[in-house]
């Protein structure tokens, strides 16, 4: 996870294709803004998608927008920008998983 702060650190912003924007929102109602708000609180989760790493590598980001909805966003980074593949609401498991880190990260504070 540290070299994963080290990257959102050094990130400059995001790059979108219209097909993944149209997707994103088309399909499960997320648009490109809430997409990248998450990336901006923590918790924040963040997962290597080994299985659909085919072409480059992909990860995945489990965080919540600014008004408090839970999104899954799969990803990608080139260079200094993470490239938004699609974002949808979390399922019931990936909330789980959610609460759990939001919970450890509360008791550090």
């Known amino acids: 996870m540290e070299e994963w702060l ?12 219209k097909d993944n924007i ?10 490109p803004i809430e997409s990248e708000e998450i990336f901006f609180h923590q918790p924040l989760t963040i997962v290597e998608d080994v299985q659909h790493s085919q072409k ?6 489990l965080g919540k927008t600014d008004s408090g909805r839970l999104l899954f966003v799969c990803f990608t980074a080139r ?6 593949i699609t974002a949808r609401d979390m399922s019931r498991k990936e909330r789980e998983t959610h ?11």
């Open 6 to 17: 080290d990257f959102l650190g050094r990130c400059i912003g995001f790059q979108w294709d």
């Open 22 to 31: 149209s997707k994103s929102w088309l399909k499960h109602g997320v648009n």
């Open 56 to 61: 480059e590598p992909r990860f995945y980001a």
């Open 79 to 84: 260079k200094n920008l993470i490239r938004v």
């Open 99 to 109: 609460r759990h880190y939001e919970k450890e990260n509360h008791s550090k504070v």
